[in-house]
């Protein structure tokens, strides 16, 4: 599917450095709009289920986003983890991660909910080596909230907006958090892992 082509190299290559120094990158205007409206479609005709903590808890006082892990059934979310593949590749090649995989999953955080401070690798485990979150809401403003907010590897305290088109990539042991939204937000949390596939 070409609409989700994404040219990785001219994307990143201008803020790699940057991005080994605090682990944390911004890539907009990543994939053309017939790719951008399939997706869109999808995450809001598919069937969510609440989201669990690692350990299998229900906690909305913790996180309150419904989501929905992509897989053969999504042909359109499937056609997004080819090009987050590719992105995979690049890391080899140029920082030599290891990776050897990807997931993703749909995430819908309702009014009134987000996700308080953690990193995607729960304790002792290291397998994601980069976490992104890609952002589907069209004109999302500062006033709707549900910025995401990452502590950078210098200590810095980065908070971004989720923004349509916007791929925000970071380090998976980096803590971060989703801030409150005041609208329904749709987006695509997405790990690149240095294991298979599961």
């Not at 869109?40 to 969510?48: P, R, T």
């Not at 909305?60 to 080819?82: F, K, Q």
């Not at 690798?121 to 992104?132: L, M, Q, T």
């Not at 803590?175 to 609208?183: A, G, K, M, P, S």
Request: glycine content about 8%; hydrophobic content about 35%; proline content about 3%.
């Amino acid at each position: 599917m070409t609409a989700f082509y994404a040219d990785w190299h001219t994307l990143i290559d201008p803020k790699l450095d940057d991005f080994i120094t605090t682990g944390t990158m911004v890539l907009d205007n990543v994939f053309d709009k017939d790719g951008l409206t399939l997706l869109q479609n999808e995450s809001g005709f598919i069937e969510y289920k609440e989201a669990k903590l690692t350990h299998g808890e229900r906690a909305s006082a913790i996180r309150g986003d419904s989501i929905r892990w992509i897989d053969e059934s999504c042909p359109v979310g499937s056609a997004y983890l080819g090009a987050i593949d590719e992105l995979g590749w690049y890391f080899n090649a140029t920082l030599y991660t290891g990776i050897r995989s990807s997931e993703a999953h749909y995430a819908c955080y309702p009014s009134g909910f987000g996700y308080k401070w953690h990193s995607d690798n729960p304790k002792g485990r290291d397998e994601r080596v980069i976490s992104a979150v890609f952002y589907l809401n069209d004109n999302w403003a500062a006033d709707d909230g549900g910025h995401i907010t990452v502590v950078d590897k210098i200590g810095q305290t980065r908070q971004l907006l989720p923004q349509l088109n916007r791929l925000v990539v970071f380090d998976s042991n980096l803590l971060h958090q989703v801030e409150i939204t005041n609208r329904t937000r749709f987006s695509i949390a997405t790990w690149l892992r240095r294991d298979d596939r599961l």
